[in-house]
């Protein structure tokens, strides 16, 4: 009943830019801290950047300087502004949220939601 649906990948090369969305829809009562994260082909997957309810904000050093992470609250919506695009930044992008929904008179409960993931591909 809770959705995230990513958008804003392709393929640019080295040094481009690219605005990745992440929207949240369903039966939502609050969101908490909302993130991205990144898989590379045959690697983990690891944190890129979240961002509280509160706009406090963290990145991974790899990132730190080029990509910015925003949320618009009342759209249920956060972003990744990425700038001077490498090409070991190629990978699959996948946005997280910690979602609250209501349960009635027994009160609220947060889960992480994942949304399928987009690719960027960085490349000449």
């Known amino acids: 009943q809770v959705q995230l649906v990513e958008s804003g990948g392709g393929l640019v090369q080295p040094g481009g830019s690219l605005r990745l969305s992440c929207a949240a829809s369903?039966?939502?009562?609050?969101?908490?801290?909302m993130g991205w994260y990144r898989q590379a082909p045959g690697k983990q997957r690891e944190l890129v950047a979240t961002i509280t309810s509160g706009g406090s904000t963290n990145y991974a050093d790899s990132v730190k300087g080029r990509f910015t992470i925003s949320r618009d609250n009342g759209k249920n919506t956060v972003y990744l502004q990425m700038n001077s695009l490498k090409p070991e930044d190629t990978a699959v992008y996948y946005c997280?949220?910690?979602?609250?929904?209501?349960?009635?008179?027994?009160?609220?409960?947060?889960?992480?939601?994942w949304g399928q993931g987009t690719q960027v591909t960085v490349s000449s």
């Open positions: 369903g039966s939502i009562f609050s969101i908490s801290t």
């Open positions: 997280r949220a910690e979602i609250s929904r209501s349960l009635g008179y027994l009160g609220t409960r947060k889960s992480d939601y």
